[in-house]
């Protein structure tokens, strides 16, 4: 989650939007419910802390809208709440439907995560958007404007289909590798990039704590527009 973090910890420097709200700050209507023991990370994810020792069960209030589990990829749809089993290392995390994600595969620290390559999380929704603000990490240079900014829009159309555009804001800074990896839920079995269509590759998430597969994509980072091919499961 580390360059969608440092996203939201950029734009809350820019802005003096919190990183880390209560749901009112997204969800007013829920200032009436009194307090709930949960909170936003940015404006796409929200997160269910675990506060007992040897706690097995949380229940969790889902704000209107689908929410997606992290960990299972489960869709719940919201305005309600579930009761979710929890463990040692584990608590709830869900993405906000229509949320795209920069993210990055784990690594022996962030300097080696960033190089291993970027992907893109889609989660789908009639409307999705988010954005990647990357720089080398290391020095002071993005304070001189040597940054990467991209921002990301999709719309799912009545067919299932999702269109993607991509827009490159600032490129002072060149992201590692040429290519942009993509995720989406696994009825995403194909994309059509450039007139040519390209079948999606099946990836197990296991390796990375995570229990289930997606479809995944390679597109070139200058890319600008894409559609990601819906079929129902068989």
Not at 67 to 86: A, K, P, Q, R
Not at 130 to 158: C, I, N, P, W
Not at 165 to 181: E, F, M
Not at 214 to 225: A, D
């Amino acid at each position: 989650l580390m360059p969608n973090q440092y996203t939201h910890a950029w734009n809350s420097h820019r802005t003096g939007e919190p990183l880390v709200r209560p749901l009112f700050f997204d969800f007013p209507d829920l200032e009436r419910r009194g307090p709930i023991e949960q909170f936003m990370l940015g404006p796409h994810l929200m997160a269910a802390p675990v506060f007992e020792k040897g706690q097995q069960r949380r229940e969790v209030h889902l704000p209107p809208g689908d929410w997606y589990e992290f960990e299972t990829g489960i869709m719940y749809t919201g305005d309600t709440s579930v009761i979710l089993d929890v463990q040692p290392g584990y608590y709830p995390l869900f993405v906000r439907a229509g949320s795209i994600l920069p993210l990055c595969p784990g690594g022996e620290n962030a300097e080696k995560a960033l190089r291993a390559g970027l992907l893109l999380e889609i989660y789908p929704g009639k409307n999705m958007s988010g954005e990647l603000m990357l720089d080398d990490g290391l020095t002071t240079a993005a304070l001189k404007g040597k940054v990467f900014q991209q921002e990301y829009s999709g719309t799912q159309e009545r067919n299932g289909n999702i269109k993607l555009t991509l827009n490159t804001v600032q490129k002072k800074y060149s992201p590692a590798g040429s290519n942009l990896q993509v995720r989406l839920p696994t009825q995403f079995r194909s994309m059509i990039l450039k007139e040519k269509t390209v079948e999606g590759k099946t990836v197990d998430l296991i390796r990375e704590d995570r229990l289930y597969s997606v479809s995944t994509f390679e597109i070139p980072w200058n890319t600008t527009e894409v559609e990601f091919e819906y079929r129902s499961s068989y």
